[in-house]
């Protein structure tokens, strides 16, 4: 929690109890009390009375489980203005102290909000109208940047985007919403082939391109199918499955703005042969649910894809070279995971698919021996494997976990991951 605070900009002080905390240096000049419900507990809600009866304008902000929300309104009247769920991304944190500092004394976040991500201020920089000039006429629009962005606009974005994806009102653009609903059938081994069949029906594109992939160069000498469900017969419950997921995602790597297909572009290679590997590596281990396995790893760095929308939205101009560096490739490092999970939060996807998007980086963050746990190495392990190989998108290659980590936490060797990679690539590269 401290680590988040020193990273939202804000120069944080560690007190192991109340009474330390009451008699520390420059306690005088406390802008902000950051308690987790366990400190309350301990003298904590002695402690904010003292400091909102002495020092005007101290806000205070509760850090605990989602149980919280249900004592809001008892908190609200001790003196808490804002209740913040674990677990907690930088991002939401940085959002929260933002906001709690510019908001009225007082203010309470709604319970039905979960978490901290409150609106942008109305007179935020980012929703300001432009200048007009003495004549009332526009001025002239500037030219467009390159990805290095201004860090006041992004983080003003930023607000605003995670905002839009907790209350449920940002998505992806023209992704199929048969995408989101095929990842509960995808990830159920009892799905049949008809379940897969009338729910690819419901979208004529994706319909398409599951009778191309039926009649594939794989498929020569057979005769063509012409109806999904021969299709669905010739290429088996799962892998239709798996294919009519990637198809009706496809779209949300795609831009209309100039210059940004060439990343997205290779951005969509190494997600899709990153789904392939992570699918290998589970049936090497005997996992069973192979389905969901794969759905873990097409979805687990969309948060990438709302970054590039957000620079689209700001103006920057695509890298050059198609791959991310600069603030752009610091922003999508940083700022990913925790979008990625609001926005799969909001799609109603399980738990398990969010928390591997949160913790792809760090598996260790996750109970060990559980099978999120061991799903989300195997992504992480994955995805390193398919980057070390030669499909990068960002300049800086190392992300975490190391493949060897991901290896021993499964109990194979690195070459297994390796392999994997080679393979999926080999197949990718055949079927461009």
């Known amino acids: 929690m401290v680590a988040a605070v020193d990273r939202a900009g804000h120069m944080a002080f560690v007190a192991p109890t109340a009474e330390e905390a009451a008699t520390r240096r420059g306690r005088r000049d406390i802008q902000v009390v950051l308690l987790t419900s366990a400190g309350w507990n301990d003298g904590g809600a002695a402690y904010v009375k003292t400091l909102i009866d002495s020092i005007s304008g101290v806000r205070v902000v509760m850090v605990g489980s989602s149980r919280l929300l249900r004592r809001a309104s008892e908190l609200q009247s001790l003196g808490v203005q804002r209740l913040?769920?674990?677990?907690?991304?930088?991002l939401e944190m940085l959002v929260a102290l933002d906001e709690v500092l510019a908001g009225p004394e007082g203010a309470l976040e709604a319970p039905e909000v979960e978490g901290a991500v409150a609106p942008e201020p109305e007179d935020a920089e980012a929703n300001r109208e432009p200048r007009r000039g003495s004549s009332g006429e526009q001025p002239e629009p500037e030219p467009p940047r390159e990805a290095w962005a201004d860090p006041k606009a992004v983080r003003s974005q930023l607000h605003s985007l995670a905002n839009d994806l907790r209350n449920g009102t940002t998505t992806l653009k023209d992704i199929s919403p048969v995408a989101i609903e095929l990842q509960g059938l995808v990830g159920d081994p009892e799905t049949t082939l008809l379940n897969l069949v009338d729910k690819?029906?419901?979208?004529?594109?994706?319909?398409?391109?599951?009778?191309?992939?039926?009649?594939?160069?794989?498929?020569?000498?057979?005769?063509?199918?012409?109806?999904?469900?021969?299709?669905?017969?010739?290429?088996?419950?799962?892998?239709?499955?798996?294919?009519?997921?990637?198809e009706a995602l496809r779209s949300a790597f795609t831009s209309g703005v100039t210059g940004w297909s060439r990343l997205l572009s290779r951005m969509w290679r190494t997600t899709v042969v990153t789904a392939q590997v992570t699918r290998d590596i589970a049936e090497k281990v005997g996992e069973r649910n192979l389905g969901a396995v794969y759905t873990m790893a097409l979805f687990h760095n969309l948060g990438e894809v709302l970054i590039i929308g957000m620079y689209q939205q700001?103006?920057?101009?695509?890298?050059?070279?198609?791959?991310?560096?600069?603030?752009?490739e610091r922003e999508m490092n940083s700022q990913h995971t925790a979008l990625g999970t609001l926005l799969l939060r909001s799609w109603g996807m399980p738990p398990s698919i969010a928390a591997v998007a949160f913790h792809h980086h760090d598996p260790s963050q996750l109970p060990s021996g559980t099978p999120v746990c061991r799903h989300a190495w195997m992504v992480g392990g994955a995805y390193q494997a398919v980057v070390e190989a030669g499909y990068d998108y960002k300049k800086g290659k190392t992300e975490g976990p190391a493949v060897a980590s991901?290896?021993?936490?499964?109990?194979?060797?690195?070459?297994?991951?390796?392999?994997?990679?080679e393979a999926?690539?080999?197949?990718?590269?055949?079927?461009?």
């Open 200 to 246: 690819i029906e419901q979208d004529p594109k994706l319909a398409m391109a599951i009778l191309k992939a039926s009649n594939a160069a794989a498929y020569r000498g057979m005769p063509n199918v012409i109806d999904l469900e021969a299709a669905g017969r010739r290429l088996g419950t799962r892998r239709l499955g798996e294919i009519a997921q990637t």
């Open 84 to 90: 913040l769920t674990e677990p907690l991304s930088n």
């Open 314 to 328: 700001l103006g920057y101009t695509a890298p050059r070279t198609g791959t991310a560096d600069g603030a752009l």
């Open 424 to 432: 999926a690539i080999g197949r990718w590269t055949g079927n461009e």
């Open 406 to 421: 991901a290896a021993a936490a499964l109990g194979i060797s690195p070459d297994v991951f390796t392999q994997a990679a």
